[in-house]
């Protein structure tokens, strides 16, 4: 009865190659997130999605790529991986329409190590 | 621009004791503002949080918050820790004159209680 899954958890690959990583939330959601916590223990927020419809984009290079085939999945493809993009990934999800009042959900995180 | 910040990296309490964890808020609008826990290796986990009415808010675990339009605080609290609440804290914030939910997390305390 996972809320909000991620895949993989571990992700160990070489610079330059491409990878994805998956979302899944059985929340009945309709918002989904994607941040960047790096090695500090900073969170950034990346991507959202609401009913698969991209609302905040911050800035990220554009080897990052969000897709929403749903609004129960956002997956994150990430091309030509670069040590600097080693990092924990969350996946998150919240209620209900725009808007910052619904708190959010997040996954288990997807620690991506680029070597 | 939104901002939060958390001025003390790690607090030290002893099992028992009452807890402060600090956090000031700087947004256009009016503040939305949430704490959220980290346990290690984990995602995060929604405490509590402010969106408007009672300055005093309650939440899991037996936290709680003050909201202080004033001193744009909203410092975290608990009367009696105990050992397993140690772990990292994170304040956030969102504008409520922006619609999309976006988070701005200030850069994580880490609770340490020891027995």
């Known amino acids: 009865d996972t809320a909000v899954s991620q895949t993989p958890k571990y992700l160990v690959t070489q610079m330059g190659n491409d990878k994805s990583i998956k979302c899944e939330q059985n929340?009945?959601?309709?918002?989904m997130y994607w941040y960047k916590q790096d090695s500090k223990k900073f969170l950034k927020i990346m991507f959202s999605?609401?009913?698969?419809?991209?609302?905040i984009n911050e800035t990220v290079p554009n080897r990052f790529s969000p897709k929403s085939p749903d609004k129960a999945h956002l997956n994150l493809h990430i091309n030509s991986l670069e040590l600097g993009d080693s990092a924990v990934y969350f996946c998150?999800?919240?209620?209900?329409?725009?808007?910052?009042?619904?708190?959010?959900?997040f996954g288990p995180g997807t620690r991506l190590t680029v070597t | 621009a939104q901002s939060v910040a958390q001025p003390e990296d790690q607090v030290n309490v002893a099992e028992g004791n009452p807890l402060t964890v600090k956090c000031t808020y700087s947004?256009?609008?009016?503040?939305?503002l949430f704490w959220y826990v980290q346990y290690p290796n984990r995602g995060l986990q929604f405490l509590l949080k402010y969106i408007t009415g009672d300055n005093l808010v309650k939440g899991s675990y037996g936290f709680e918050a003050e909201f202080n339009k004033s001193q744009t605080s909203f410092h975290l609290k608990k009367p009696s820790a105990l050992v397993s609440d140690s772990a990292l804290y994170f304040c956030?914030?969102?504008?409520?004159?922006?619609?999309?939910?976006?988070?701005?997390f200030g850069q994580g305390t880490t609770l340490q209680v020891k027995p």
């Open positions: 929340l009945g959601h309709d918002t």
């Open positions: 956030a914030v969102s504008d409520g004159s922006s619609n999309t939910g976006k988070l701005i």
């Open positions: 998150a999800s919240s209620q209900g329409g725009w808007g910052p009042v619904y708190e959010q959900y």
């Open positions: 947004v256009s609008g009016n503040p939305y």
């Open positions: 999605y609401n009913n698969k419809e991209l609302i």
